[in-house]
């Protein structure tokens, strides 16, 4: 059987120490899914708890298919119920699509790692790609030619500018897709800002792995948006969220001239990437829903164990790099002697994080913070837990409101 959460391998290795975290058992799995639904908590936000509901009565045990074909049942129900309707209420439609897509990408969370999962996440980018029908301004689904292949991303701009706009590049994290992006970025445009939502290597529709040159996928996005007349290229940003927020701050030194601004919501910097980290903090990790270290071992080629995780993720330390300056407790200081006191410039930033982060720790901000060669801007939550979450006071729609966007208003300014 396909364990939902590759049980046998990561049980097997740590039933040798009481010191790993467990993973949530199936029964605990959907209580707190249910929770977090009723509570618009990631990674449930939009979903309607009787959604849930109806597709967890049908999943008994840590399989992978059956956990996605429970969803993709739901979510067929209201992707017909909306390629009925498109004809005659457009809007009911729309909002049906919208609704199927949350639930399919609900059941292929957090990776889609059987035929059954696959199946899922190919008909949420269905639902998605027909609920974008009806934005206004229009989304563009954009093909960008990388390395024998292609990168697929979402732009979308504002309408009626009266010269080129600004754009941010929005790079989705581990388990989240540039869907969720192209969803939640929409809030820019009346900002006059425009973006173009791309999945982080190893995820989605990405052409390449995580590794330790990945950036050079976004590199390329950025070569791309200065081919188009509509983009004011000296107006490009960035923001990532977790995972992405690595990718997010790397891209802030080694682009850091032809970027305006950057937000890296818990950005890993070096301690998230240290195996001691790894294989305590991140194995059976519950502020996670489930499942996050088989997640990361999904983006990278050839990691079958949490042993060639930790090993895998320790390549990635922008300390180790010497992109980033280590401090004095740092496990990678050696290195980062040779950078002097700052390390690397970078493009301005605003760094999000929440001192309760368990997934990431808050010494990689602090890290952040410290090195560079401009002042950074930051916004810690005492209270929050990763991205700066704090349940009905700080959730993430209200920190991309409140926080994110007039930062990155005032930073690219707008038409």
Request: aromatic residues 8%; hydrophobic residues 45%; without cysteine.
């Amino acid at each position: 059987m396909r364990a939902l959460f590759l049980l046998a391998i990561i049980i097997g290795f740590l039933g040798a120490s009481a010191a790993f975290a467990q993973e949530r058992t199936l029964d605990e799995i959907k209580a707190e899914a249910i929770k977090r639904a009723e509570n618009g908590m990631y990674p449930l936000i939009g979903l309607d708890p009787v959604d849930v509901k109806q597709a967890f009565a049908s999943i008994r045990t840590p399989d992978y298919d059956e956990w996605a074909a429970a969803f993709i049942a739901v979510g067929d129900r209201y992707m017909a119920e909306a390629k009925s309707l498109e004809a005659r209420d457009p809007a009911k439609a729309n909002a049906d699509y919208l609704r199927a897509w949350r639930i399919y990408s609900f059941g292929r969370w957090p990776v889609p790692s059987s035929p059954v999962k696959q199946r899922a996440y190919a008909k949420a980018l269905e639902a998605f790609l027909a609920h974008a029908k009806f934005m206004d301004p229009p989304l563009e689904v954009v093909r960008m030619p990388f390395e024998g292949s292609e990168i697929v991303g979402y732009l979308r701009l504002p309408k009626d500018a009266k010269g080129p706009v600004p754009v941010v590049i929005a790079i989705s994290g581990l388990d989240s897709r540039k869907e969720d992006l192209a969803e939640n970025f929409g809030a820019v445009i009346p900002h006059g800002i425009g973006f173009i939502g791309v999945d982080s290597p190893g995820t989605g529709q990405s052409p390449i792995k995580a590794s330790e040159t990945a950036e050079r996928k976004f590199s390329r996005v950025i070569d791309y948006l200065e081919t188009r007349p509509e983009v004011d290229k000296t107006r490009i940003g960035v923001d990532g969220q977790s995972f992405g927020a690595y990718w997010a701050t790397k891209l802030a030194i080694v682009e850091h001239a032809r970027l305006k601004a950057v937000v890296a919501q818990s950005p890993p910097i070096d301690a998230t990437f240290q195996k001691d980290f790894v294989l305590h903090k991140t194995l059976g990790n519950r502020e996670y829903l489930f499942g996050l270290a088989p997640a990361l071992m999904s983006i990278f080629d050839g990691v079958k164990s949490p042993e060639e995780l930790a090993t895998a993720m320790e390549k990635l330390s922008l300390v180790k790099q010497g992109l980033v300056a280590a401090g004095p407790a740092s496990a990678s200081r050696s290195v980062a002697d040779s950078l002097g006191a700052a390390g690397k410039p970078t493009a301005p930033m605003l760094i999000i994080s929440g001192t309760l982060d368990t997934q990431v720790p808050i010494s990689d901000t602090y890290l952040l913070l410290s090195g560079g060669d401009v002042p950074k801007e930051a916004w810690i939550n005492p209270q929050g837990g990763h991205l700066g979450r704090q349940v009905k006071v700080w959730p993430d729609p209200v920190i991309f409101r409140e926080v994110i966007i007039p930062w990155l208003a005032r930073k690219l300014g707008g038409m």
